[in-house]
């Protein structure tokens, strides 16, 4: 299923910064204090600028000594305190960044969690993964810094602009033409900068995906030694991905150079009519005044190359604001209903009546489904893939809703039932089981934290398997998916998992079609142990597995053809004795 589209929207969007700088409001005391002291230093700067050209003016012109090693003192002392507040300033600046990153990716993470399956089915992992990672560490770029120091280089800018004023109205009329240039300049090359800064972050997005893609399957890509192959396909994101940069470089590197071109002009430019008015008999212009007005002049143009700077890092920083809320902004397919209530303790009835569901729509995978489970019953089901087996099964534990008819829990529909109620007294046991980074221990208790050793060696007991999950060892460190265990051995966990969970409804998914015959004879005396006297759905295809089973339901394209026990399904000679004929020539 394709994926949808990059959210598309215009550049420096004050409706998204607005947005973003929401986060700080929690942080207000520390960005009121950051906010004073950017407005301190885009005024100390000048101020430092004005003070040599006062002291070249008095101390200096007149030979006062004394004057000047006290003027000298003074700006001493003011340029300490400058630099004192300017460390502060990148401090709480760095601390404000961190803070809203921090609480950015932690209501990415919620959101995440809130999402259902159907969301996971249509996304990649490394678009989900870029969210969270580079889009938010450019957003954290942009409040930290490019609010903040663009503060400070236009308060630099109009300081030194009016203290220019105040000295040389002419001259200062002059500096001030460079703003129509400068405002030409930034809307040309704005919309094709954001465009070429999107498009790298979206190219940066596809190659996080196949980074991720590629890691999950090295067994297969090794397996059928596609890694030339995928290497190949990942150099064509790489070239995509630099294209983009060296666009982006290319169009900054333009833009730049013409921001700094016209500054160092405009200086030449004053150079020859200040020059001129101080050399004029008639205007005898200090040269004093003109050394202060270029000071001044220098930290006016001074800010134009750090702004131009940071106007790259703030369209950075607006591409990652769009995808970032883009995710935040998509609500879930469906959730709990406002009314759906608790259920304390599940009896574990469930029944199906005319359901109707698909993945997509106008494709339904399930047709009028309609079955009972009474609770306690094993309700096995057979079909080739892509039957609607573990279509039933998603149902069952909520994990989608039906389109048409009713998925119902002890005679309630399962809409009107919170989903956290239902996973508390649901266990699931898959062909693939996953296990967490950590040990066998943390594993097993991930439904029970509060479990002890006791409680996981009784439960262990009971499914017959102590002995295996000993010689495993409860401390023993498995890694991602469960590397460094075999895949019986995981199953076992898994098996163990569910057990202490003491589900009323019981999943299993294929749980014994990817383990050797002496490892399924094991595993399905544990099974035994764990289907007693609970509510359980098995996916299988190993025939043996089901042959106990209260009811069989045979699936063909998304119906239900054939019901009832394994021998009077054998008796009826339909489809399920078929197969089962099949399984036993293949066994």
Not at 302 to 310: D, H
Request: proline share 3%; hydrophobic share 45%; charged share 20%.
């Amino acid at each position: 299923m394709s994926e949808p589209p990059e959210p598309r929207q215009r550049p420096l969007d004050f409706r998204l910064v607005a947005r973003l700088f929401g986060y700080t409001i929690k942080y207000r005391g520390l960005r009121n204090a950051l906010t004073v002291l950017v407005l301190l230093r885009s005024i100390q700067i000048p101020a430092l600028a004005w003070g040599i050209g006062a002291i070249i003016n008095g101390p200096v012109a007149s030979g006062d000594t004394r004057g000047l090693w006290l003027a000298i003192a003074a700006y001493s002392a003011f340029a300490i305190v400058t630099e004192i507040g300017f460390h502060y300033r990148s401090k709480l600046a760095l601390r404000l960044g961190d803070l809203v990153m921090h609480d950015q990716r932690a209501e990415v993470f919620r959101h995440l969690m809130r999402m259902p399956m159907a969301f996971y089915h249509e996304t990649k992992l490394g678009r989900i993964i870029s969210r969270i990672t580079s889009d938010i560490e450019a957003i954290r770029v942009g409040v930290q810094d490019v609010f903040f120091v663009t503060i400070v280089q236009l308060g630099q800018m109009i300081v030194s602009g009016i203290l220019m004023f105040l000295y040389e109205p002419a001259l200062f009329l002059l500096v001030a033409g460079i703003g129509p240039i400068l405002w030409f300049l930034t809307r040309y090359f704005q919309t094709r900068i954001g465009e070429n800064l999107r498009s790298m972050q979206e190219s940066f997005s596809r190659v996080t995906s196949n980074v991720a893609e590629s890691i999950s399957g090295i067994r297969v890509t090794q397996g059928f030694s596609r890694e030339a192959i995928n290497a190949s396909i990942f150099r064509g994101l790489v070239a995509d991905h630099s294209r983009y940069n060296i666009g982006a470089a290319r169009t900054t590197g333009v833009f730049f150079p013409l921001l700094e071109l016209n500054a160092q002009l405009f200086i030449a430019l004053l150079l020859v009519v200040g020059g001129w008015r101080a050399m004029d008999q008639s205007i005898a212009m200090p040269v004093n005044d003109l050394v202060l007005f270029f000071f001044l002049a220098n930290l006016f143009f001074q800010p134009i190359q750090v702004i131009g700077n940071q106007y790259n890092a703030a369209l950075t920083a607006m591409a990652g604001a769009e995808r970032l809320f883009s995710l935040l902004d998509t609500p879930p397919q469906w959730s709990d209903a406002e009314d759906a209530t608790v259920i304390d303790r599940i009896d574990g009835r469930v029944e199906f009546r005319s359901v109707t569901f698909g993945y997509a729509a106008g494709d339904p995978v399930l047709k009028e489904v309609s079955f009972i489970a009474e609770p306690g019953q094993t309700i096995a089901l057979v079909g080739h893939t892509g039957s609607g087996k573990s279509s039933i099964i998603n149902l069952v534990a909520k994990f989608y809703l039906a389109q048409r008819g009713a998925v119902e829990i002890d005679g309630r529909d399962i809409k009107t039932i919170t989903g956290d109620s239902i996973h508390r007294q649901m266990g699931i046991v898959q062909q693939h089981n996953f296990l967490f980074t950590g040990t066998v221990r943390e594993n097993i208790c991930l439904c029970q934290p509060s479990a002890t050793d006791a409680d996981i060696e009784a439960v262990c007991n009971r499914l017959g398997c102590l002995d295996e999950i000993r010689s495993i060892g409860l401390g023993t460190s498995v890694t991602e998916q469960g590397a460094g265990i075999s895949l019986g051995q995981r199953q076992l966990v898994c098996i163990a998992r569910a057990m202490l969970a003491d589900p009323r409804i019981l999943i299993l998914d294929e749980a014994t079609s990817a383990v050797d015959t002496f490892t399924e004879r094991r595993i399905q005396r544990a099974l035994g142990t764990l289907l007693q006297g609970r509510t359980s759905f098995v996916v299988a295809h190993r025939l043996s597995t089901i042959r106990n089973a209260d009811l069989v339901l045979v699936l063909d394209h998304g119906r239900i053809i054939e019901s009832g026990t394994h021998f009077e399904l054998l008796l009826g000679g339909g489809t399920y004795a078929r197969l089962y004929r099949e399984f036993l020539r293949g066994e």
